[in-house]
């Protein structure tokens, strides 16, 4: 496993997620009730940008056509049609820096 810093935790605050990319793969990194989350942000639909969607609790709204994810799990909440799940990484902080784990 590798790790990867992101960003600063003190400028996520909770209720908030962010865009980021490790080693070439698109993620968004949210703040939900104080812990961080990591998944992937381009949509298993069409390919819309999660992190540029609406973060309401732990769900996500993607900002083309509605699909809706849990960001802690990665799987699809609600959509008309069944889509794979998104993946989700280990994250972790230290010294106020937001790291996120990818698998070699
Ligand atoms: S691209 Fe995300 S719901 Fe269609």
Redesign the pocket.
């Known amino acids: 496993m590798a790790s990867f810093r992101v960003a600063k935790a003190a400028s996520l605050p909770p209720g908030k997620m962010m865009g980021a990319e490790v080693e070439g793969q698109k993620i968004l990194v949210a703040n939900i009730d104080g812990e961080f989350y990591a998944m992937g942000s381009v949509?298993?639909?069409?390919?819309?940008q999660?992190d540029k969607?609406k973060l309401e609790g732990n769900v996500v709204t993607?900002?083309?056509?509605?699909?809706r994810w849990d960001v802690k799990t990665g799987k699809l909440v609600q959509?008309p049609e069944p889509?794979p799940d998104e993946p989700i990484f280990k994250v972790s902080v230290k010294d106020d820096e937001i790291f996120v784990e990818k698998r070699a």
């Open positions: 949509c298993n639909h069409m390919g819309g999660l969607g993607c900002p083309r056509h509605g699909s959509f889509l």
